[in-house]
């Protein structure tokens, strides 16, 4: 899930997140993950300050307090946290026994229970590879990163770790969306440099949020089909699909941003034969589910 961070007054949640992690524990509860995602805008509006920030408490730990949610969370930044102090959320880990932010950006490797596969998730930070998004209000595009040098060793990087992969399901994960039919669209900048290599090195997709709705979105180019999940329902709605026309023609299978629901994430499963992607509403009806085949390098 992304988008999850509550608000930056009190109550410091918002009803949507509260319904929508709820459901997670029920869901965790029943299907016992592994570990959650968090892919950015961990807190609204304006990050954390440091390290001691309370909204560590008020927008994650007493909202997520589930004991089926005391599993890892594998954080990223988003936008909203570049408000902030991200070196504060990478601190947290130290003082947390489930929050793991090692780095901004680092790489997951999960072994798939019952099987000698392997999963490999690339948790990427796209405000350093893309560009801040100063006033992220009616789809403002980042253009350009703040620290060229730095984008280029965080894109050398995922290439090295991109091609060294022999694991039966590759992601990239990151705040911002590589395709998106909603408010802010497709990202510019992961259409032109991350699509190119998740192509390249055979990749099953990209997780982003940002978008606070849930999309799934598939393409086949030169016979690699990559999917593209957003999940950015876990605190806001937005049913904009102001971008239907800005994203590849039928790669869109599913969009839901249901303003009257309260919320919604992605439950995923690997097995040896399929990944299945759920999507899952705040009140327990699967919205949508999906299969995704592992890549086809070996
Ligand atoms: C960011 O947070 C860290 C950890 O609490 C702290 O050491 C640092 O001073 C903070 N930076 C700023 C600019 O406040």
């Given at each position: 899930m992304g988008d999850w961070g509550g608000t930056?007054?009190?109550?410091?949640?918002?009803p949507v997140e509260l319904d929508t992690a709820n459901q997670m524990a029920k869901i965790s509860r029943a299907r016992k993950p592994s570990f959650v995602l968090?892919?950015?805008?961990?807190?609204?509006?304006?990050?954390?300050?440091?390290?001691?920030?309370p909204r560590f408490q008020e927008t994650f730990e007493v909202v997520y307090r589930d004991v089926s949610l005391l599993i890892p969370w594998y954080v990223i930044a988003g936008n909203h946290d570049w408000r902030g102090n991200v070196s504060a959320q990478i601190a947290y880990t130290k003082l947390s026994n489930r929050w793991r932010f090692p780095y901004f950006f680092y790489p997951l490797t999960f072994k798939i229970p019952g099987t000698s596969d392997t999963i490999d998730i690339l948790m990427i930070d796209t405000v350093l590879l893309c560009g801040h998004v100063i006033d992220d209000f009616h789809g403002y595009q980042p253009n350009v990163p703040k620290d060229g040098t730095t984008a280029e060793i965080q894109w050398a990087w995922l290439e090295r770790q991109l091609a060294a992969s022999k694991a039966r399901y590759l992601f990239t994960a990151g705040h911002f969306p590589v395709y998106s039919v909603a408010e802010h669209g497709p990202t510019r900048c992961l259409v032109n440099r991350l699509l190119p290599l998740l192509s390249r090195y055979k990749a099953n997709g990209h997780f982003a949020g940002h978008d606070h709705s849930l999309q799934h979105l598939r393409t086949t180019d030169h016979r690699v089909t990559l999917d593209f999940i957003v999940s950015g329902t876990a605190n806001f709605i937005d049913p904009s699909?102001?971008?239907?026309?800005?994203?590849?023609?039928?790669?869109?299978?599913f969009h839901w941003a249901d303003t009257r629901s309260k919320g919604g994430f992605c439950f995923a499963e690997a097995e040896h034969d399929k990944l299945t992607l759920t999507f899952i509403r705040a009140?327990?009806?699967?919205?949508y589910k999906t299969n995704i085949a592992p890549r086809n390098v070996l």
């Open positions: 930056s007054n009190a109550p410091y949640t918002t968090a892919l950015g805008d961990n807190f609204y509006y304006n990050g954390v300050k440091n390290v001691n920030d699909t102001r971008h239907m026309h800005s994203v590849p023609q039928d790669s869109l299978k009140d327990g009806h699967e919205l």
